[in-house]
């Protein structure tokens, strides 16, 4: 057993600063070029050894049933299998394993939480490999979304969670005056875990939008069972294989880290979030399922991220040709794929005021068009940009979008062989055409909308936020008196809001220890990654007193 | 408008300071003598000319219906009536009055809280007054309990809320190196209301139980709706109109505090409380609503202190004579009507070792029953212990009770003209009579239970909190290993557990800024008064970001 929390001290100490100052900084660095040379090369022997195997998460023999059918959306069937436990042996394993880990104290745990972290980024290039063939997502993206950003973003929760612990004292002498003498008490405060912790993962981003909750749980004294989506466990379940590790190195019980693999077909989600042991439930995923947890859930923490339609207005620009650009790369980064990923566009009917000159709508709809086309003119950056579609079901609803509205711009697949793939289908509609445009089409799927105004745009804007949910909007606008009085709109509308975006930054980018991902305001998720609320409630403070010692 | 939070920046800092220090600290003295001289006098005549007539709490005249059928458990009828607004009129006006609170920042809503504190010290003996005249507490319980321990609930609760704020930077540069050049965002945070806040009071302690999530609901931007007990609508009544006179005085709108009066026979906390504006709901009172509460509103917050069957285990002590006095007071204050007191006193049948000699099952009751008997042989010091009994259905709970077990010490009323009294009852029961002892039986009702051991003992009082609720424990032994593994237990039941308390210190008293109130880990309640949690969910920060201006 290691001192893990004085050999991360600095690392843990950086990251409650940046928190709380919320400037950029990052723990884990984004470029391929600060990590070791070969380590490319050596992650892609070892995901090319895991193919067509069991991946083995127990030192113990285990019996079956084994589950896993992954599917590279770039072709290739992983062949990869895992073995599923039962609801009962999971739960019973996490509670087992969980007495020992509660008891251990919160800088402990801690310690062991940042080791995993450490230990996760050095397989970045293994766990980008697993993220590529699950999510579809491109190779650099797979790397920096899976890796660093998603341990910064674990980081992130460990340090929220930590300052919140640490604010409650280990022991205190409370002395109250009565009179001629005083009562002297012994305090001891003791953080108690909230129960077994459900972490139920994506297949967009498995990493990224699972390791807030599962080091915030771990860290706060819950075993974690992590439920994958059965399209993308390998990135999870590599998480867990090394969080696992650790914890037996450090004299742990492993079982305070499980994986619990499912299949579409048998799904065990419902089954472990309605169990009477777990205490808390994270979910990231359709509206539908976060919808039953929040509603069939009791006296459970229950955080969620959902569906949304997120929005952008165009009221005017003074940098026509770099705002298209920009959206341009926001509606084409991995197809669309992102939950931040804008999809409906607000733009004047009788167009709007640029550096150009005045464009007609059809002009600045043509101008996004035809800056998606710019983008992905070259076939090796189109298939960087857009990285491949994660579900089939992506394609139809492509395909079925088409009858929407007006195409500006046709979606089309990529020549890449054996890759599933789809440019951006950029639709022109009327504002009345809210069934269009207002339900989440999830996919590279954008509406460009004619409406009567700048303020019209923006009051559509803002109630779709509050109506149907959103995670990001955008605004442009050269009025700084409109930006003005949008922005209290938006805030109130709960959805974080970037204005006159150009150049190298994306409105679908939000950055650990500086944006808050999801404001838990509006329907698109109750959680926020990570704000106070969002640690604050995974653990509990007892008290024990008694008469100090004369 | 003044600057409030300047004026007021002292008292924060030293709560801000005590609440992560949680040693004995407290802005409000307890003691009446730190009040001017005449304050007695002068509340009492103010409280009698509240007598027979309308509240007024607004400017406006305005018609009824009018409400308040509130009875003195001493005797007098107060004859007091409130205007009662429609459900839909007070959310109206809140979501009203609410827009200019919530944009008018974190300190100057603080400044504006603190003031409303300093405002109800200074008024804390009118506030005892309507305590006692509503609760039954003695008046100097109703002094200490009702204000000043009250309002340092309070501003404990401003105090987490404004650091959790606080933590939020108003803006900052982002400034991320990119290749050669550099990304520079203006990114400026907004802390956004949740909702309007609901506070539902309970009839025995309508201050202390609601300051914390009236202040707590204030400070994070939202405005407040207050629905008093029926039967004690006064305390809270004073509290609003204060914090309406501060509000005005500073420019808002004063409806962004209310006042929503009922009745038994037509009460409106179920239409609030599902009210699509409401964000929030605090509740102090009965697990029946607690739970329907809890079971019904979806996406709000939901805060409840609810029953619980609070423990004794009685296994060894070095100080018998002290700790049968010490327990006998706990039994006695407020006549067991805290939801603090003690109920249920687990002794193995064998009897214990006792700085005595050894003490029969018998001798230990027998052992508490004499000392209520001496505690309360002076009648001025029962009345000044016990006070009355707020709900007559209490000695109908007494009455019924009777039955249960071997009656150890009878309960009796005080020869108190016109007012509702009743001392304890003791039973002595077996340990199967759990359908007895494990019931919360609200008021001067106390069990003492025969069970095998001392580890029995802590077996069933942690299983008695787990599975019923407890929100406090007291465990007295000898022996220093024993003591060592019941903390755990009682830990992991979520029990605030008190050791061999002898002397001026009772296991039903909790002290702001040190003694968390409710740990929320178990049935007796989901909140705690007051940790992060309770604060932190009630606000939400949504980013606005831009490129920074070169």
Redesign the interface.
Known sequence: MDDLFAAHAALLKSAVAAS?????WAAFPENPKAYPEGATTEAKAAFAGLRNKLFVLTAEDEAGPYVGAEVSPFGPVLGITYVARTVDDLVARAQQAGAAWA?AGVERRVGVALEILVRLNKASFLVAEAVEHTTGQAGPMAFQAGGPHAQDRGLEAVAYAYE?MA???GA???????GRST?R?D????V?P?GVGLVIGCATFPTWNSYPALFADLVTGNAVIVKPHPAAILPLALTVKIGREVLTEQGFDPDVLQLAPDTADAPVAKDLATHPAIGMVDFTGSSAFGGWL??TL??KLVFTEEAGVNTIVIASTGAFAAMCANIAFSLSLYSGQMCTAPQTIFVPAAGIATDEGHKSFDEVASGIGAAIDALLSDPARAAAVLGAIQNPATLTRIEEARGLGRIVRASAALQVEGARTATPLLLAVEADDEAAYLEERFGPIAFVVAVSDAQDAIARATRAARQKGAITAALYSTDEAEIATA??A???A????????????YVNQS?AF???HV???NPAG?A?MT???FV??RF????????AAA
């Not at 205190?172 to 009565?178: C, L, M």
């Open positions: 709380r100052e919320r400037g950029f008891a919140e604010r409650v004292p205190v002498r409370w002395e109250k005056p009565a009562i008490l305090k001891d405060f003791h108690v909230r929040r509603e009791r006296d922005i209290p938006y805030a109130k709960g959805v974080a809001l970037s204005v006159n975006l150009t150049g190298g930054i950055a500086s944006d808050y404001s838990g305001a109750n926020c704000d106070a609320a604050a409630s509990r403070v007892v008290c024990v007193r008694r008469p």
